[in-house]
């Protein structure tokens, strides 16, 4: 894709603007693993990469090999999903451990107008405090049961249509 080509599709809308629409981080690669573009998310998660990124520009990640930032394990597994999307153009999803980060990853066939060359979009979200704020919440509610199961007071809890969903240990004794 050259530079023309990267600044609109069919020559209507701007793969930045589709990429920047998004929360997450976006990325554009060639079938080669070749950063094409990204979105502002992304630049700024590549530069976390580490010190020597801290202050780089768009233009320099741009045209760079995937795997320049990212460690073997984690290239290997999204290898083996872009191989997939490529080869039955269709999207798939991944959840991956980088570090201490927890990724949801969404690849995107996108085909040019000629059918002749593929990209793919990737979208990247970081679900790390998402999932530890849901096991916090797992946790409470565990903890909650357990004191009101405890009770010396007899508790019920009905749903809507009073149906009983729960019953502590004291109402269970009362028969």
Partial sequence: MN???NQTIHGTV?????????????FLFD??????????????RMRMRGEAYRRKTEEFFIGKAFDDFFPEQFITACEKYKNL????????????RLGERLLDI????????????????????DI??????ENKLRTTEKKYYELVRQMYEGYVI??????????????????
């Fill in 85 to 96: 999307v490529i080869r039955t153009r269709k999207p798939r999803r991944m959840q991956f």
């Fill in 106 to 125: 969404s690849a995107y066939p996108v085909i040019n107008s000629e059918d002749k060359e593929l990209y793919l979009v990737i979208y990247s979200r």
């Fill in 158 to 175: 009905l749903d809507k249509q009073g149906n009983v969903i729960f019953i502590n240990d004291a109402v269970e004794h009362i028969g």
């Fill in 31 to 44: 079938r080669n693993s070749r950063l094409v573009a990204l979105n502002r998310v992304a630049l700024e």
């Fill in 3 to 5: 530079r023309e080509e």
């Fill in 14 to 26: 701007s793969i930045s603007v589709l990429l920047n629409a998004s929360i997450d981080a976006a």
């Fill in 128 to 133: 790390s405090k998402e999932l530890s704020i």
